[in-house]
């Protein structure tokens, strides 16, 4: 179908039945292949011997990687570029009157979504799955690194496709995607389009589930049966948080034959008859001790929850990564690992070297006493998440925070949400609003200065001066190192392109300080 000219693209129709394989897909295009959740299914599908090309708008990281590999990439999107592709894939940025698309229908080349393809590479593994609002990069990583690190057998060398790098302990990074020779997939499902409904694993994770892409589910409601059916999904288990409102009316709502399957955890203290029959795992302990640099906690799994474990266990779990948020990404992992088969203290132990999905709490640098470290955080839930973890890991410093908000209809939707997260911060500059697939003009009026007049409604600290609206990032870069002391500590904060700025951080830093110094 087309709509003026453009195809009509559905992100939620399934391509693929269950007996499908990746071998029938032909020479396969990607449109946009220099994005993180795209580059992945690229390289996994190159892996497997597909041949596989693609095009971006512009060179990054993604696409220099790719054509190390040996996978062609053309910078910039012409009709020219799907010529002969059997399969072309989308993901939900694309338009329906990007050129490429419109070629693949003219030649009748088969369209299918990013998730399609995800979706098919499911086939014949043991799949885990990890959804939800916050937390499904690094409960992903945390799961393939427990899998990489300790498996064994068939649980050694899984495929995962994660969305994000994978940061090493030496301070390098290793990508999200890999076709391993395990029988085991770990992989990201996103729920803002709705398309992550097309994914029957053996195991389901749900992180988190406060409301959010109200732009495609419209309400809560929507999005939340859109978990709940999800979890229904599931094979074999569903392992499910229950520290927010959100996921714990999700465990309620599920089918009881399904929440019979359910392994629940958090820090919660609830009654068996809110569990909905679920099994439930404790984080119990939970803290971070001023200059230790590791987040501890206890995990209590009950007696009968997995096979073979026919008393309770309470495993002693450390991180280097921080915050209580954590602590629940490193139970989900371990418990998904135990299903999988692996005993507990091993993953446990596994979990400790981990250090971090890129971009989530990552120290870019250092310099003359001010360190700069970048974090994905997004949502107002995640921002006052990594902002507590800072309080506690830096607990004298002073924070200073330069947010891009990511999306103008979530900062329409969660403008003061932002201005409450963001107040627990010293300092605050917020940047011009990157707009993925939206457009200004769509949003008349919705800018920076969206959060900083809800700020002003704050019973703050001083109440003015604490937060300021920079529509250039790269000027906000500048003014806030004008403003940190040594000792301190400055976030670059957003799901765009606002980590670009950390290098301009620390060579300003630099230069601010030897001016200084002079």
Same mark, same amino acid.
């Given at each position: 179908?087309?709509n003026?000219?453009?195809i009509?693209?559905?992100?939620?129709?399934?391509?693929?039945?269950?007996?499908?394989?990746?071998?029938?897909?032909?020479?396969?295009?990607?449109?946009?292949?220099?994005?993180a959740?795209?580059?992945?299914?690229?390289?996994?599908l190159?892996?497997?011997?597909v041949?596989?090309?693609?095009?971006?708008?512009?060179?990054?990281?993604?696409?220099?990687r790719?054509?190390?590999?040996?996978?062609?990439?053309?910078?910039?999107?012409?009709?020219?570029?799907?010529?002969?592709?059997?399969?072309v894939?989308?993901?939900?940025?694309?338009?329906?009157?990007?050129?490429?698309? $419109?070629?693949?229908?003219?030649?009748?080349?088969?369209?299918?979504?990013?998730?399609?393809?995800l979706?098919?590479?499911?086939?014949?593994t043991?799949a885990?799955?990890?959804a939800?609002?916050?937390?499904k990069?690094?409960?992903?990583?945390?799961?393939?690194?427990?899998?990489? *690190?300790?498996?064994?057998?068939?649980l050694?060398?899984?495929?995962?496709?994660?969305?994000?790098?994978?940061?090493r302990?030496?301070?390098?990074s290793?990508?999200?995607?890999h076709?391993?020779?395990?029988?085991?997939?770990?992989?990201?499902?996103?729920?803002?389009?709705?398309?992550?409904?097309k994914?029957?694993?053996?195991?389901?994770?749900?992180t988190?589930?406060?409301?959010?892409?109200?732009?495609?589910?419209?309400? !809560?409601?929507?999005?939340?049966?859109?978990?709940?059916?999800?979890?229904?999904?599931?094979?074999?288990?569903?392992?499910?948080?229950?520290d927010?409102?959100?996921?714990?009316?999700?465990?309620?709502?599920?089918d009881?034959?399904?929440?019979?399957?359910?392994?629940?955890?958090?820090?919660?203290?609830?009654?068996?008859?809110?569990?909905?029959?679920?099994?439930?795992?404790?984080?119990?302990?939970?803290? !971070?001790?001023?200059?230790?640099g590791?987040?501890?906690?206890?995990?209590?799994?009950?007696?009968?929850?997995?096979?073979?474990?026919?008393?309770?266990?309470?495993?002693?779990?450390?991180?280097?990564?921080?915050?209580?948020?954590?602590?629940?990404?490193?139970?989900?992992?371990?418990?998904?690992?135990?299903?999988l088969?692996?005993?507990?203290?091993?993953?446990?132990?596994?979990?400790?070297?981990?250090?971090?999905?890129?971009?989530?709490?990552?120290?870019?640098?250092?310099?003359?006493?001010?360190?700069?470290?970048?974090?994905?955080?997004?949502?107002?839930?995640?921002?006052?998440?990594?902002?507590?973890?800072?309080?506690?890991?830096?607990?004298?410093?002073?924070?200073?925070?330069?947010?891009?908000?990511?999306?103008?209809?979530?900062?329409?939707?969660?403008?003061? !949400?932002?201005?409450?997260?963001?107040?627990?911060?010293?300092?605050?500059?917020?940047?011009?609003?990157?707009?993925?697939?939206?457009?200004?003009?769509?949003?008349?009026?919705?800018?920076?200065?969206?959060i900083?007049?809800?700020?002003a409604?704050?019973p703050?600290?001083?109440?003015?001066?604490?937060?300021?609206?920079?529509?250039?990032?790269?000027?906000?870069?500048?003014?806030?190192?004008?403003?940190?002391?040594?000792?301190?500590?400055?976030?670059t904060?957003?799901?765009?392109?606002?980590?670009? *700025?950390?290098? $301009?951080?620390?060579?300003?830093?630099?230069?601010?300080?030897?001016?200084?110094?002079?």
């Amino acid at each position: 179908m087309t709509n003026g000219g453009a195809i009509d693209l559905d992100p939620t129709l399934p391509a693929f039945g269950p007996d499908d394989d990746v071998q029938q897909l032909g020479r396969t295009h990607f449109i946009g292949i220099g994005g993180a959740g795209m580059s992945v299914l690229a390289e996994m599908l190159h892996e497997r011997g597909v041949e596989v090309d693609g095009s971006d708008r512009e060179a990054n990281a993604k696409t220099q990687r790719l054509e190390s590999l040996g996978i062609p990439v053309t910078i910039g999107q012409a009709a020219a570029n799907v010529e002969g592709a059997r399969t072309v894939v989308y993901s939900s940025a694309i338009r329906g009157d990007n050129p490429e698309i $419109v070629a693949a229908r003219e030649q009748n080349s088969r369209i299918v979504h990013r998730s399609d393809i995800l979706a098919l590479l499911m086939h014949g593994t043991r799949a885990v799955t990890v959804a939800g609002a916050h937390g499904k990069t690094t409960t992903s990583s945390l799961l393939a690194h427990i899998l990489v *690190t300790a498996g064994s057998g068939a649980l050694a060398d899984p495929s995962y496709a994660i969305g994000g790098s994978i940061q090493r302990p030496d301070g390098t990074s290793s990508d999200g995607g890999h076709a391993g020779s395990g029988d085991v997939l770990v992989a990201e499902a996103d729920e803002s389009d709705g398309s992550f409904l097309k994914y029957h694993p053996d195991i389901a994770i749900v992180t988190h589930a406060e409301a959010d892409h109200l732009d495609h589910y419209h309400d !809560e409601e929507h999005y939340q049966a859109a978990f709940v059916e999800y979890a229904g999904h599931a094979h074999d288990r569903v392992i499910i948080s229950i520290d927010d409102d959100g996921a714990l009316g999700i465990l309620q709502a599920l089918d009881p034959s399904v929440a019979a399957r359910a392994i629940a955890y958090g820090t919660r203290e609830l009654a068996a008859a809110e569990l909905n029959g679920a099994a439930f795992a404790r984080i119990e302990e939970e803290r !971070e001790e001023a200059g230790s640099g590791e987040e501890r906690f206890t995990l209590q799994i009950p007696s009968g929850a997995f096979e073979g474990v026919e008393d309770d266990v309470r495993v002693p779990v450390a991180l280097r990564i921080p915050g209580a948020h954590n602590a629940r990404n490193a139970a989900a992992a371990i418990l998904a690992a135990m299903q999988l088969g692996m005993e507990p203290h091993a993953a446990a132990a596994a979990v400790h070297d981990f250090a971090g999905a890129a971009r989530r709490f990552q120290l870019r640098g250092c310099e003359k006493g001010v360190s700069v470290i970048d974090d994905y955080a997004h949502h107002p839930t995640e921002i006052r998440a990594l902002l507590e973890a800072a309080r506690r890991r830096y607990p004298q410093a002073g924070i200073h925070v330069l947010f891009q908000p990511h999306l103008f209809s979530r900062t329409k939707y969660f403008a003061h !949400e932002f201005a409450e997260a963001l107040s627990l911060a010293d300092d605050v500059i917020v940047s011009g609003v990157y707009p993925a697939r939206e457009r200004q003009e769509d949003f008349p009026g919705i800018g920076a200065s969206s959060i900083v007049s809800a700020a002003a409604e704050l019973p703050h600290e001083p109440p003015t001066g604490w937060i300021r609206a920079v529509e250039d990032m790269h000027t906000a870069a500048q003014m806030i190192v004008m403003r940190a002391h040594h000792d301190d500590v400055i976030f670059t904060v957003g799901a765009g392109d606002i980590t670009d *700025t950390d290098p $301009v951080l620390l060579h300003a830093l630099q230069a601010h300080r030897e001016a200084c110094e002079a």
